[in-house]
């Protein structure tokens, strides 16, 4: 006689725990019950990337690129998992690369983006990247594990925290990754993964005042009503794509800052 | 009048301070009666048959009349500057291309005190200022980017730089000529062509500018350049045959702006308003920290996106500091802008007059400590006495709103902590100041501010080279230096926008 499973209940990722939706609702996807978020989540979910931002950018580079790197780990040991949620090993494979190759930018994306500028009075003025602050995603449907990894990486390598919503149609690898980094040394509120509907959620992440950028990479028509919010507050609008992996998809997340410091004995 | 202006006007000017007028000449500038639109290489009739007058903000004297342009001028306008780029501009050899920016930069140099007179008289601003700042800068941004025109493969490795296309530039008032250089020369650099459209009140060194353009020989139709007011630039933001948009203005209409390109794709930066901090610790020299402060805010009457607006100084010094700069402004030299002693020249305009006078009024009644120096002010033009505002809460107005003019904050602090938490309480984020013997403090201090640019010991210092723009709302983009080349550029792997 076989073995009935135990099933998983998909839960939400806000601030390192897993709690449902606050309205207490779900949605079913790929066959299973998913929590289906609210307005409320989702600014829960921003108030708890805000409150991780000061600790996650305030880390050194070496420690961020740690971090990264032990999320490959976890990915890793979870392959078949993984597999069993997106198109399978190739998708896990390619993703768990990606974390692997963003890792190793943490304590380099600096020194190529940043200058020092040769100004013409006695300063040393030079030009350092920052992160913006917290970053809305809309993650993309296809392929929903890779897509989202390929836009959230360079948000948080470069000391940015993350409110992520989930692929409507395909929301279970979101929930997969996000147990992968609660375990993975990513301290609480760096990443917070909402699920459920985009048409309900993105509006209010768009919106929000303490957003301060937004990818709208999983957005479609939507998108001019999306940009017409971000304006709201001045947000950095990116319109990321899930193929792209360079330094300057972790730039589009970064702000310039110049000092001049003065020279003199 | 207000109650403010006749309270001043009783008081006596202190006798030692008093100059003997040291005009400079206006015979240097010569001006039309009545200026076209600058399409295509050559003047032209507004097919909108509208002009308006331009005046001088310290006599209301008025100057010329220039043209409206309407929805039909931009369209044609648009209609040259992509001609220019699909036949010639883009393609042209890139050290050619090199060659007439630095051609412009040698024109502005041999023409600057034509050029800072003009700017002076159409702006208000104090000649002083506009020609040991304003024209200097706006020559070296020229030669800066000159210099760039045939080396961006370098400036960016492997990511095939191109040109964006055709580009609507909107310009402020505060620096006509500089803010014109900080458009044009990136712009230009990158292969592109634009449409210029200078501030309603202060359009003339961009017209002027059009015969140093005639002077280098620049191809007709690669600089276009409409006046009017916010209308023409409505009509270029929502101009279809625009690539990319740079707007430097107040963060509210940098707002429309991008909610009106919402969904259209194209390419936008934003340099818009601040209310920056100027951070006095109490190891700082406590003398050139008062200069500073008074650069920070009275330079060019506020009228500056990045000025020392909130003064913050830590308590244990906040009396001596108060007293110096008390002391300090008493000294500064309201008037002619063409004098040569004058410090403080003319507010740019009625509206802007009355914009300060409205919150003053409001810091007044909030229950700010207002301070004025005795000073005697011209009868016509528009004008306001120096002002500095103490007992400020981070609440009133005058603490949370850019008021572009000559009015100070002042607000103090105990830690470092305090410092940053007041310094970052605002929606903006373009610059801040930080006074300290102490070179760790100052570069923790700047790690940890919200802004763009962070002055060490020096304030409003801008260089073609130093980057320059804002975090949060005070817009996206930079400008200077190898990565004010970046909106301007099509780049490989890149989907960053702005």
Redesign the interface.
Same mark, same amino acid.
């Given at each position: 006689m076989s073995r009935l499973p135990v099933r998983k209940t998909y839960k939400l990722f806000i601030g390192g725990d897993f709690p449902r939706s606050e309205s207490g609702r779900t949605y079913e996807a790929q066959g299973q019950n998913v929590a289906r978020a609210s307005r409320k989540d989702v600014r829960d979910a921003v108030r708890s990337a805000r409150g991780a931002f000061g600790t996650w950018r305030g880390m050194t580079a070496y420690n961020r690129g740690q971090v990264l790197y032990r999320i490959a780990e976890m990915m890793e040991a979870r392959t078949e998992e993984f597999a069993d949620l997106s198109k399978g090993r190739k998708e896990v494979e390619a993703a768990v690369d990606r974390w692997v190759w963003y890792a190793g930018w943490a304590d380099k994306y600096a020194q190529v983006l940043g200058?020092s500028? #040769?100004?013409?009075?006695p300063?040393f003025?030079f030009?350092i990247p920052e992160p913006?602050g917290v970053v809305g995603i809309v993650a993309p449907d296809e392929p929903a594990l890779d897509g989202l990894v390929a836009r959230l990486a360079p948000v948080i390598v470069g000391g940015n925290t993350a409110v992520v919503l989930a692929s409507e149609p395909a929301p279970l690898a979101a929930i997969e990754l996000a147990e992968a980094l609660a375990t993975a040394d990513v301290p609480g509120g760096v990443v917070n993964i909402l699920t459920g509907y985009r048409s309900e959620l993105a509006p209010w992440l768009a919106g929000h005042m303490d957003v301060?950028a937004i990818d709208l990479a999983g957005a479609d028509g939507e998108? #001019?009503? %999306?940009?017409?919010l971000?304006?709201?507050?001045?947000k950095?609008?990116?319109? !990321?794509?899930a193929d792209?992996q @360079?330094p300057? =998809?972790i730039?589009?997340f970064l702000? %310039?800052?110049?000092?001049?410091? #003065?020279i003199g004995v | 009048m207000t109650d403010l202006e006749r309270k001043q006007d009783r008081s006596p000017v202190p006798s030692g301070w008093d100059y003997a007028p040291a005009p400079e000449s206006r015979d240097i500038v010569t001006l039309e009666e009545r200026y076209g639109l600058y399409v295509g290489g050559e003047f032209v009739e507004p097919r909108s048959g509208e002009h308006f007058p331009t005046i001088s903000p310290a006599s209301e004297e008025q100057l010329a009349e220039v043209a409206q342009a309407g929805a039909e001028d931009v369209d044609l306008a648009v209609g040259a500057a992509r001609d220019a780029f699909e036949n010639g501009w883009s393609a042209l050899s890139h050290s050619e291309r090199s060659k007439y920016l630095f051609r412009i930069a040698r024109i502005l140099q041999e023409r600057s005190r034509e050029f800072a007179v003009l700017e002076s008289l159409n702006g208000g601003k104090p000649i002083k200022e506009s020609r040991d700042v304003d024209l200097p800068l706006a020559a070296?941004h020229f030669f800066y980017y000159a210099g760039w025109a045939d080396k961006l493969e370098y400036a960016f490795p492997n990511r095939r730089p191109r040109p964006v296309g055709v580009a609507g530039q909107i310009i402020p008032w505060n620096f006509p000529l500089l803010m014109l250089a900080w458009k044009i020369a990136p712009a230009l650099a990158a292969g592109n062509t634009v449409i210029l459209k200078p501030a309603e009140t202060t359009p003339l060194t961009a017209l002027l500018f059009a015969d140093v353009l005639r002077q280098a020989e620049l191809p007709p139709g690669v600089v276009n350049i409409v006046t009017g007011d916010g209308r023409t630039g409505a009509e270029l933001v929502k101009h279809p045959g625009i690539d990319k948009i740079a707007f430097t203005g107040s963060?509210e209409v !940098?707002?429309?702006i991008?909610?009106e390109?919402?969904?259209s794709?194209k390419r936008l930066t934003?340099e %818009?308003g601040g209310k920056a901090a100027n951070i006095i610790f109490d190891d700082a020299a406590l003398d050139q920290a008062v200069e500073g402060i008074v650069n920070g805010i009275y330079f060019n009457q506020g009228h500056v996106c990045c000025a020392g607006s909130r003064l913050l100084v830590q308590e244990s010094i906040y009396e001596p500091v108060i007293e110096k700069l008390k002391r300090r402004l008493t000294t500064l030299r309201v008037g002619d802008p063409l004098d040569k002693n004058t410090d403080v020249g003319a507010i740019n305009s009625k509206q802007q007059l009355e914009k300060i006078e409205e919150l003053v009024a409001s810091g007044e009644e909030e229950g700010a400590e207002i301070y004025q120096p005795p000073c005697r002010l011209p009868e016509k033009g528009y004008w306001f006495v120096p002002t500095v505002f103490t007992n400020v809460a981070q609440s009133y107005r005058i603490a949370q709103e850019e008021i572009f003019g000559p009015v100070l904050s002042v607000l103090t602090f105990r830690t470092p902590d305090e410092a940053v938490e007041k310094a970052n309480n605002t #929606?903006y984020g373009l610059s801040a100041g930080v006074w300290t013997e102490k070179?760790s403090r100052?570069?923790s201090m700047?790690n940890r501010l919200e802004? !763009?640019?962070?002055?060490?010991?020096?304030y409003n210092?801008f260089?073609p080279?130093?980057?320059?723009?804002g975090?949060? =709302? @005070?817009?996206?983009g930079?400008e200077g !230096?190898?990565?004010g080349l970046e909106p301007y550029l099509e %780049?490989d792997? @890149?989907?960053?926008?702005?």
């Open positions: 200058t500028n #040769p100004v013409a009075a300063y003025n030009t913006t301060n998108i #001019p009503e %999306l940009e017409r971000a304006a709201e507050n001045v950095r609008v990116v319109r !990321g794509r792209r @360079s300057y =998809e730039a589009a702000e %310039l800052k110049t000092v001049w410091h #003065p | 070296a963060t !940098g707002k429309a991008q909610r390109l919402a969904g794709g934003l %818009l #929606p070179g100052i570069l700047a802004a !763009g640019v962070v002055w060490a010991n020096t210092r260089d080279t130093s980057p320059f723009g975090y949060k =709302e @005070s817009g996206f930079r !230096g190898l990565h %780049l792997d @890149s989907e960053v926008r702005g």
